[in-house]
Antibody, heavy 119, light 110 residues
Framework: EVQLLESGGGLVQPGGSLRLSCAAS????????MNWVRQAPGKGLEWVAF????????FYADFVKGRFTISRDNSINTLYLQMNSLRVEDTAVYYC????????????WGQGALVSVSS | QSALTQPASVSGSPGQSITISCTGT?????????VSWYQQHPGKAPQLILY???QRPSGVSNRFSGSKSGDTASLTISGLQTEDEADYYC??????????FGGGTKLTVL
């Protein structure tokens, strides 16, 4: 069974930075595109960023463009999300999600990492 | 990238069928047969229940079905069971490798 384990969440002040990691196991990580999806407390899901299987192609939601960077290291089966210039409205649980049979089909999710942005 | 529109809540009795709608635009739902649905129980990660409008991943009950007409996709759950009580989210491809989710629908099984 696919395993995705996020880490790196925590409390940060507005304007600060944080890097999330997602350790993948039990599947061939380098064969699959990956995404980050977030969920603010009591709110719905929001797609944040996409990275291709090789890492050569990335896309972002408008609300994080220029502030967040998605990357991956296929040699250690790990996905990253570097978050800079954090805002209060970035407070959310951040999930890494494996892209499955087709675009928009996330067939495996991590347990989530909570990022709290507050002064 | 505006969120897709879903009803905030729906309810049904065990054994009944319910349908959740997901309305987008001609730039997302209306342009691509790449709509997926996710089930999320409280405190848990979402789980994929349908993709490509109507395809079920292995292991998902055939009580879950999907369809699309124009800019609106729909999820139907037949033979409602108490364990179906959860939040449901639709998601659509919106071009240029971007995605948009619906606001979510809380399903209550009475």
């Amino acid at each position: 069974e696919v395993q995705l384990l996020e880490s790196g969440g925590g409390l940060v002040q507005p304007g600060g930075s944080l890097r999330l990691s997602c350790a993948a196991s039990r599947f061939t990580f380098s064969n699959y595109a990956m995404n980050w999806v977030r969920q603010a407390p009591g709110k719905g899901l929001e797609w944040v960023a996409f990275i291709s299987d090789s890492g050569g192609t990335t896309f972002y939601a408008d609300f994080v463009k220029g502030r967040f960077t998605i990357s991956r290291d296929n040699s250690i089966n790990t996905l990253y999300l570097q978050m800079n210039s954090l805002r209060v409205e970035d407070t959310a649980v951040y999930y890494c999600a494996k892209e499955g049979p087709l675009v928009a089909a996330f067939d495996s999710w991590g347990q989530g990492a909570l990022v709290s942005v507050s002064s | 990238q505006s969120a897709l529109t879903q009803p905030a809540s729906v309810s049904g009795s065990p054994g009944q069928s319910i349908t959740i709608s997901c309305t987008g635009t001609s730039s997302d739902v209306g342009s691509y047969n790449l709509v997926s649905w996710y089930q999320q129980h409280p405190g848990k990660a979402p789980q994929l229940i349908l993709y490509a409008v109507s395809q079920r991943p292995s292991g998902v009950s055939n009580r879950f079905s999907g369809s699309k007409s124009g800019d609106t996709a729909s999820l139907t759950i037949s033979g409602l069971q108490t364990e179906d009580e959860a939040d449901y989210y639709c998601c659509s491809y919106a071009g240029s490798r971007t995605l948009v989710f619906g606001g979510g629908t809380k399903l209550t099984v009475l």
